[in-house]
């Protein structure tokens, strides 16, 4: 099998428009949720050896994974040293060389907002599932909150687990998140040491100001869903009198809330 071959049969799973590459894209997404939903799981429960084993064909998968892209990539450099590049490296040398226990390995929810994010899953959802077209916007906004209070939940695990006798494990990590997103702050559970007092006023000063936006974005949308009678444009701003396409006069219901 020469290398173009493999080059195109992984660009029809990747980015293919067929079955076949719904499919296994579809499978990819499930086999993230579950990498995410094991991390939760397995804090609930004394690390052992099966622990390690899990982990490292977790990795592996990872590493395939990471590794076609590259192949199918117009620009593989420039992957290869992105964001999500860097994040996914890290990401597989905790989970095939784990210094730190799980060490970088809750990374691995930014893989979620990454495949949520790409043009291929957001078209497959938009055909496949009704009424996601429709609520993209509140529907995309409600996963960035669920993924941003998860990265903010696993950032706190990670850094406290063992350290702090009050974070045991994922639910109190997120009871922490939480009540300091909301600025509820019981004070029952506390971040301790240098690095925990840092991590607090961080999620205090970032968390809470993208916390408020992202509720904003799932109750509010940037766009009113309303077509336009003429042209059929379907999103205007919510406080638009004409369509921006052809000018048609609109009559928007609003509120007239800020």
């Known amino acids: 099998m020469t290398e173009a071959t493999i080059r195109a049969r992984l660009r029809a799973l990747y980015e293919g428009a067929g079955e076949t590459g719904d499919r296994f ?98 078209d497959q959802l938009r055909e496949d599932i009704p009424g996601f077209r429709r609520n993209e916007q509140t529907i995309r906004a409600s996963l960035n909150l669920v993924i941003f209070i998860f990265a903010m939940t696993a950032l706190v695990y990670q850094t406290q687990s063992g350290a702090n006798d009050k974070i045991g494990n994922y639910a109190d990590a997120l009871y922490f998140t939480v009540t300091t997103l909301t600025t509820t702050g019981f004070g029952d559970v506390t971040l301790v040491g240098t690095s925990g007092k840092l991590l607090s006023v961080a999620v205090m000063i970032f968390g809470i100001s993208l916390f408020l936006r992202l509720i904003q974005v799932v109750l509010r949308p940037s766009k009113a869903y309303f077509p336009c009678p003429t042209c059929g444009l379907r999103r205007h701003d919510h406080d638009a009198v004409h369509c921006k396409a052809c000018g048609t006069v609109l009559n928007i219901p609003d509120e007239g809330l800020d």
């Open 25 to 122: 894209r579809y499978l990819l997404l499930a086999f993230d949720l579950l990498t995410v939903t094991w991390l939760v799981a397995s804090s609930f429960f004394t690390r052992g050896a099966h622990h390690d084993r899990i982990d490292l064909a977790i990795g592996l998968v990872f590493l395939a994974d990471f590794l076609a892209r590259l192949v199918i990539s117009r620009r593989p450099l420039r992957d290869l040293f992105s964001f999500w590049g860097a994040a996914d490296i890290l990401v597989i040398i905790s989970l095939l060389f784990p210094i730190w226990g799980e060490g970088l390995a809750f990374l691995r929810v930014l893989r979620l907002f990454r495949v949520f994010h790409s043009p291929q899953t957001l």
